[in-house]
């Protein structure tokens, strides 16, 4: 089956500084990735939809400028959370969907950001 | 607007016993329907979908779902559970939006067993 792996699985930051998480498409070739955060016990919240080669397509109440999304390549996209504060500690998960099936997505297995 | 809801937050079933999971969704045409399986700090993992056919529809691990449109619900069931089903279940539905497609998911129902 398709598999979608984030790196890095953990991170700790510093408050001020920023992070990148990557979602990369194994073994099939992603046109569109999702980036999610979900909250302790709660749902996923999709934040922005990233088509390769363009721009982001950001979710009512998601900055862009904080969370700047980059999908270069059909098999990488990379979440940077800019200027981390302690209220950006989440679960992030990226999915990914293939180019001929639109309505079925790949998730990864989720990236734990923490900042102190 | 498209919308999911799962009415229970948590549910404890004992092994061996039979699960029902609720879900209801709002959409206005076909609906495109998900149950995803999450284990804690894991991503999500797809048990089964309805996009059309047969009403019924077979998972993995044993799981299955009946999508009822006179009753806009599409509930996961399992005959016999196993301590190793204690996760987080969500539903979801595709619907469709302006530029593409997005899936917007249920809260989620935390799912315990025990002996």
């Known amino acids: 089956g398709a598999v979608v792996s984030q790196h890095p699985s953990r991170v700790i930051c510093k408050s001020g500084t920023s992070v990148k998480i990557e979602c990369r498409s194994l073994?099939?070739?992603?046109?569109?990735m999702f980036w999610y955060r979900q909250f302790p016990k709660k749902s996923l919240m999709l934040m922005a939809t990233?088509?390769?080669?363009?721009?982001?397509?950001?979710e009512q109440g998601v900055e862009k400028d904080k969370f700047l999304i980059n999908h270069a390549s059909l098999t990488l996209s990379t979440l940077t959370v800019t200027s981390a504060h302690p209220e950006d500690s989440s679960f992030y998960i990226c999915?990914?969907?293939?180019?001929?099936?639109?309505?079925?997505?790949?998730f990864g297995p989720g990236t734990r950001l923490t900042v102190t | 607007a498209q919308s999911v809801t799962q009415p229970d937050i948590h549910i404890t079933v004992s092994e061996g016993a039979s699960l029902e999971l609720r879900c209801n969704y709002s959409?206005?045409?076909?609906?495109?329907l998900f149950w995803y399986v999450q284990s804690p700090g894991q991503g999500l993992q797809l048990l089964l979908k309805y996009f059309s056919g047969d009403t019924l529809v077979q998972g993995i691990k044993g799981f299955e779902a009946e999508f009822k449109r006179s009753q806009s619900s599409f509930n996961l069931r399992k005959p016999s559970v196993h301590w190793s089903d204690a996760a987080e279940y969500f539903c979801a539905v595709g619907a469709s939006k302006t530029g593409g497609f997005k899936t917007i998911f249920g809260a989620g129902t935390r799912l315990f067993v025990k002996a």
């Open positions: 999915s990914a969907r293939e180019g001929t099936s639109v309505y079925e997505q790949y």
């Open positions: 073994d099939f070739q992603a046109t569109t």
């Open positions: 990233s088509n390769e080669g363009s721009k982001a397509t950001y």
């Open positions: 959409y206005g045409a076909t609906p495109y």
